[in-house]
């Protein structure tokens, strides 16, 4: 059983940034993936970005490759998301979600992870 819990939203200016965090307990010795989510009203979940468990392989949506940055520190549990260049589109609750395949499968599935923490808001204003 693996416990996730994000922080680090919030209200933020278009232009600005944030940095979310993703802090892991329980099972926390298992070589998973993580993966960053995203939900708006009335929308489906959205793939934002996934990191294997090593560090090496990151991806990203396009529509916020280059403004975001997935990374991990595996010595803390934790998983961040440093998000630059912030829009209004971007405004939605945030998920982290683990992988105990380690992204084997595809990262951009929600029902390829096995873990998801509660979500915390992110509202970008204009």
């Known amino acids: 059983q693996v416990q996730l819990v994000e922080s680090g939203g919030g209200l933020v200016q278009a232009g600005g940034s944030l940095r979310l965090s993703c802090a892991a307990s329980?099972?926390?010795?298992?070589?998973?993936?993580m993966g960053w989510f995203r939900q708006a009203p009335g929308k489906e979940r959205e793939f934002v970005a996934a990191?294997?468990?090593?560090?090496?392989?990151?991806y990203y949506a396009d529509s916020v490759r280059g403004r975001f940055t997935i990374s991990r520190d595996n010595a803390k549990n934790t998983v961040f998301l440093q998000m630059n260049s912030l829009k209004p589109e971007d405004t939605a609750v945030y998920y982290c979600?683990?992988?105990?395949?380690?992204?084997?499968?595809?990262?951009?599935?929600?029902?390829?992870?096995?873990?998801w923490g509660q979500g915390t808001q992110v509202t970008v204003s204009s």
């Open positions: 979600a683990a992988d105990g395949s380690n992204l084997s499968d595809s990262y951009r599935t929600p029902n390829n992870y096995d873990y």
């Open positions: 329980g099972r926390t010795f298992s070589r998973y993936g």
């Open positions: 990191i294997r468990w090593s560090g090496f392989g990151r």
